[in-house]
């Protein structure tokens, strides 16, 4: 049986990981070959790194730190920021990632999403969408939300774009709820049910994970197929191998 | 460890973390298309991270199929690597390389199984083999939307909605749909177990 991932996300900025909270006030929080070897070590099933100044500062990644972090661990990680060409997804990949995941370039070019995965299967290509929920009750998609200064709103509702990311052969979806992020309030599970009700690809529930419990719930209420978290990890809040053991202990499919 | 791995240049691939993997077992490990360097290795591995059509253009243009063919010695197929040793592809509707007989076809949508199949699934052993010793029942990581049909072939299935070949065999030509270079301690004991197996 497939077993529920839980993911690490490394935000990183200008070569080191760095934690904010709501996308804002980044705090350097270490070295990233360091924390990448040592959640591995601890069971981590995935990593996702984020280069977030990537996209806002219209560059893309750097593949070195992605060749080092490939030789290091051995578990899969995917790439994300700023990659808007076939030939940065390729540089990237080649340097050892195992996918690649796009955000703001998808909204600026749908087209790339399926020129991605015609070139490396839709296996390998993530769409990332950072979401908020209007005062119209409705949730809709932003845009180069690294600053808030340069965030966008797109007018696209969130249910809509993924369903046509899905349709231009995405492999994954990452749905970062923004309202959550940061708060270690739970995940958005409202808005997870809604994703995944119109969801064939996997789904990866992002924002406000703060206690076991918030990943027991976002697997057992919106059947994600896997949560990330970033900085319950980084401040040692959530201690891996013991989240691992108690969502086994409720029956949850889960890698020990 | 006396091994001396080539990775096949195919184009596309995540060589990186594969040689990485080889690497940490003491081996040498080095990416070739050049037809002596592949016929004095040790081992021979076909990375795969792609679509099929484009690993067998790539195969076809550095003209590799009659040589991969022609090998002797331990052949490891990962992910796309094992689906091209069957004979047909329904990933870009292509002919591979017919060195273990049998089709590759998408895996099927159904309730609350998604496609990609994405993540970490048990193997569990069909038949005995080196290769598989002291992993069967434990989990790898696996990425992929096609699989091949069971066979013979078959040593060890996993299920995703349906059950299919995880890890087959035919002679000295091995295949594992997972990456066993992202499998955590796991991958690396059936790579390990791999550069254990002699011609």
């Known amino acids: 049986m497939l077993k529920k991932r839980i993911i690490a996300c490394l935000d990183v900025a200008n070569g080191r990981v760095v934690k904010g909270v709501r996308f804002r006030d980044h705090d350097d929080v270490g070295d990233i070959l360091e924390l990448a070897a ?106 180069h939300t690294g600053n808030p200064d340069t965030t966008r709103e797109r007018g696209l509702g969130t249910l809509e774009w993924i369903g046509e990311v899905q349709h231009r052969g995405a492999g994954e979806i990452v749905l970062n709820c923004m309202a959550s992020d940061g708060t270690r309030d739970g995940f958005d599970l409202a808005q997870l049910s809604a994703a995944r009700a119109c969801c064939t690809v996997p789904l990866i529930a992002s924002g406000g994970a703060g206690c076991a419990q918030h990943f027991s719930e976002v697997f057992i209420h919106c059947d994600v197929d896997g949560a990330l978290a970033a900085g319950i990890f980084h401040r040692n809040l959530v201690s891996i191998p013991a989240l691992k053991q108690e969502l086994a202990q409720q029956g949850i499919a889960i890698r020990l | 460890m006396n091994a001396d791995v080539v990775l096949l240049a195919t184009g596309g691939s995540n060589f990186t973390s594969l040689q990485a993997a080889i690497e940490r077992l003491g081996a040498r490990c080095r990416q070739s298309h050049d037809p002596e360097q592949i016929r004095a290795a040790t081992h021979v591995v076909l990375p795969g991270v792609g679509s099929a059509g484009a690993a067998m253009q790539a195969i076809t243009a550095q003209n590799l199929a009659p040589l991969i063919r022609s090998l002797s010695q331990p052949v490891l197929g990962i992910c796309l690597g094992m689906q091209i040793l069957f004979s047909h592809s329904e990933e870009s509707d292509v002919d591979t390389l017919g060195l273990i007989p049998g089709r590759v076809r998408r895996l099927p949508n159904a309730d609350g199984i ?75 004991r059936l790579l390990a177990n791999f550069l254990g197996i002699t011609a």
Not at chain 1, 81 to 109: C, F, H, M, W, Y
């Open chain 2, 114 to 188: 998604r496609i990609p199949h994405m993540g970490w699934n048990a193997i569990n052993a069909v038949r005995d083999d080196a290769l598989l010793a002291g992993v069967t029942g434990q989990d790898f990581y696996f990425v992929h939307t096609y699989a091949a049909d069971d066979s013979e072939a078959t040593l060890a299935r996993c299920t995703h909605g349906q059950a299919f070949p995880a890890v087959v065999r035919s002679g000295n030509v091995y295949g594992v749909q997972f990456h066993p270079e992202r499998s955590g301690p796991q991958g690396s």
């Open chain 1, 38 to 143: 040592r959640y591995s070590a601890q069971g981590i099933d995935e990593l996702v790194f984020y280069d977030i100044l990537a996209s806002t500062a219209q560059r893309g990644v750097a593949p070195d730190w992605v060749a080092k972090v490939a030789r290091r661990i051995d578990i899969p990680f995917c790439v994300a920021g700023g990659i808007r060409s076939l030939a940065q997804a390729e540089q990237v990949l080649a340097a050892g990632a195992d996918k690649i995941s796009i955000n703001t370039p998808a909204l600026e070019n749908p087209q790339l999403i399926t020129t991605l995965a015609d070139r490396f299967g839709s296996q390998c290509v993530v769409v990332g969408i950072d979401s908020l929920q209007d005062a119209d009750g409705q949730w809709r998609v932003r845009s």
